[in-house]
């Protein structure tokens, strides 16, 4: 029994025996640093169920405490909280329980729980990945891994958006501008290939209106007789018609994205089980409204379309087919998931991770496959995000001024290289360990950035500030798990056996205590879906480590078994930042 659990038994007990009452919950709390303690009893709340003097309360129990529980040693009531102290022996007894667990905090997941997939980047086959799309893949993949690591079975999934308009648009700017060249005859990145002809499209297509303009039509007219529009348009009817010269290009040009593609994510270190394509997917779910028609979730308007009604739950009214048969995003997305189930049936929810401009589309989503029936539409959660933006303002893709994030990583990599020759930590490396460190430090300072931010809330990205070597950094924290690395170098001497009966510092006790605190925090980061409180519990694990690293001598402590301890801890911790990092997909060096 966890220690919560039990002192959370033993308080009800005692409200029991003491005042013939029953209580449902104990609420508990850190105690405060300037307390002695080392976990707070609230009482306010008991005041619903025991009358009393909030502060007798408290010392009633306390005595009681005492009493039948043998791990704690005393006790002190400040107005209406009951601060307790924990004997250190229990301490040292959980510590030599998890000092040598290298999977300290993650949970093994059990064959016959449901899984969960998760989905994300899902990007557009007309332009490469940009610093919209980072946040998107960094969210996604994290939170995959910390939904794994609480004892969840996942599998990480996209949709790819390759098919409609905004493809054909890339495709007929190549035909009628690319003059036949490829990535190989340009050594240009597929996906950046296809990118600039959507931005050549967008260039020449306003020529155009400019000039259509110039001879009386009015802007709206303009842009829709434009000719490369309207030629766009006909090719799109040209591709779903099956036309063998127009799919053949267009698979041909969304392999170069694929291929294009995969080097970014690669490089970002994020990964998928399993793929959709919008081009198979994008008829799914016709059947599910036609089902839905026949019980009533859907009705039908005079003019043929389909709609369902969501005025009841606060909602509007929403289009699922159109008048001609066809179908709109909402279709696709009712089909793809049901189709998702259907692929992998020991799914039993989705996370669907995707800017918070689509929250509506979410709701809607949601509730009519719950109106649908499936039991599984419980279990579906928007992990919604919030914009990047840059100090130079917002990202265009048709302009062509989006940040590239093949770029982004590069750039990263060089200001770490930068920051780091400055300050002269790399003595004895090899050009080829210095890049690879660069790499390490710069993705890992990316990642830690738009990580630690809740995802919810949306971020203003400065890349200087991000690779920062003091403060709430991803390299502040990789720093000090090379220190650590450094330090168990250093120890010369056998420190595997198990420490008993020691008194602790309280710089020990307050690292052990922080040590405690991962497994239940990578339970709740899973329960919100929020890579934040895995980033933000790191840093304070840090902090809480370079304080006993400044206020205890670790190596050169004159007792040796306070020696063991104290190297002990120093891997526990390092243990713990690489677990909890490799929840965020960041890397950490032996040595910087």
């Not at 967008?202 to 259509?212: G, H, S, T, V």
């Not at 348009?233 to 063998?244: A, C, H, I, N, R």
């Not at 009841?312 to 289009?319: A, I, N, V």
């Not at 670790?554 to 020696?563: C, H, R, S, V, Y």
Request: hydrophobic residues 40%; proline residues 3%.
């Amino acid at each position: 029994m966890q220690l919560q659990d039990t002192l959370s038994f033993q308080v009800k007990q005692a409200v029991k025996t003491i005042y013939g009452a029953e209580l449902e919950t104990v609420e508990f709390q850190s105690t405060r640093k300037e307390f002695e303690g080392d976990i707070t009893v609230v009482i306010f709340p008991m005041l619903r169920v025991v009358k009393g003097n909030p502060v007798q309360i408290g010392e009633a129990i306390g005595a009681f405490l005492v009493k039948e529980v043998d791990v704690i040693t005393g006790f002190n009531v400040v107005k209406g909280f009951l601060n307790i102290v924990i004997s250190d022996s229990y301490y040292q007894g959980w510590f030599n329980q998890i000092k040598s667990l290298t999977d300290y905090g993650f949970v093994t997941p059990q064959s016959d729980d449901k899984a969960v997939m998760v989905e994300y980047s899902s990007p557009n086959t007309n332009k490469p990945l940009h610093l919209g799309h980072i946040r998107n893949n960094l969210l996604g993949y994290s939170v995959a891994e910390i939904l794994k690591a609480s004892g969840k079975k996942v599998y990480k999934t996209q949709v790819i958006n390759d098919r409609g308009i905004h493809i054909c648009k890339s495709m007929l700017a190549w035909k009628r501008f690319g003059n036949g060249e490829t990535p190989e005859s340009t050594g240009l990145k597929g996906d950046k290939l296809v990118g600039n002809y959507y931005v050549k499209f967008d260039q020449e297509y306003k020529k155009e209106i400019e000039a259509l303009k110039a001879t009386g039509l009015s802007e709206d007219d303009a842009k829709k007789q434009a000719p490369l529009l309207l030629e766009a348009q006909d090719m799109l009817l040209k591709w779903e018609s099956g036309d063998v010269e127009v799919v053949d290009l267009w698979k041909t040009m969304n392999q170069w994205v694929y291929d294009g593609f995969d080097v970014t994510y690669k490089n970002l270190g994020v990964d998928f089980d399993c793929y959709y394509y919008e081009s198979d997917t994008y008829l799914l779910g016709k059947a599910f409204v036609a089902e839905g028609l026949k019980t009533g979730v859907f009705y039908k308007k005079e003019d043929g379309s389909v709609w369902c009604d969501l005025t009841e739950e606060g909602l509007d009214e929403k289009l699922v087919l159109r008048a001609d048969g066809t179908a709109v995003y909402m279709t696709q997305d009712i089909g793809t998931a049901i189709q998702r189930i259907k692929d992998y049936p020991d799914v039993g929810g989705l996370v669907y991770t995707v800017g918070n401009e689509q929250d509506y589309h979410f709701k809607v989503l949601f509730l009519i496959l719950k109106k649908l029936g499936f039991d599984w539409a419980e279990n579906l959660y928007h992990l919604s995000y919030g914009m990047v933006d840059l100090p130079s303002g917002k990202m265009k893709s048709r302009e062509g001024t989006v940040v590239d994030a093949d770029d982004l990583v590069s750039e990263m990599a060089e200001t770490a290289g930068e920051i780091s020759e400055e300050l002269g930590k790399l003595d004895g490396y090899t050009p080829d360990e210095k890049q690879a460190l660069y790499s390490t430090i710069g993705l890992g300072a990316l990642k830690y950035y738009i990580l630690k931010v809740d995802p919810k809330k949306r971020i203003l990205f400065d890349p200087k500030e991000s690779i920062d070597f003091q403060g709430n950094t991803g390299p502040f924290i990789q720093y000090t798990y090379a220190r650590i690395q450094s330090i168990i170098r250093k120890a010369d001497f056998d420190f595997s056996s198990a420490v008993t009966g020691l008194k602790l510092h309280e710089k020990e006790k307050s690292l052990l205590k922080q040590l405690q605190l991962f497994p239940e925090t990578v339970q709740l980061a899973a329960g919100q879906f929020s890579p934040a409180l895995i980033a933000n519990y790191t840093y304070d694990l840090v902090k809480e480590f370079n304080s006993f690293y400044q206020n205890v001598s670790i190596l050169g402590a004159d007792d040796e078994n306070e020696k063991i301890l104290r190297v002990q801890l120093s891997q526990a911790v390092a243990y713990t930042i690489k677990n909890a990092f490799s929840l965020l997909g960041i890397q950490v060096p032996e040595r910087m």
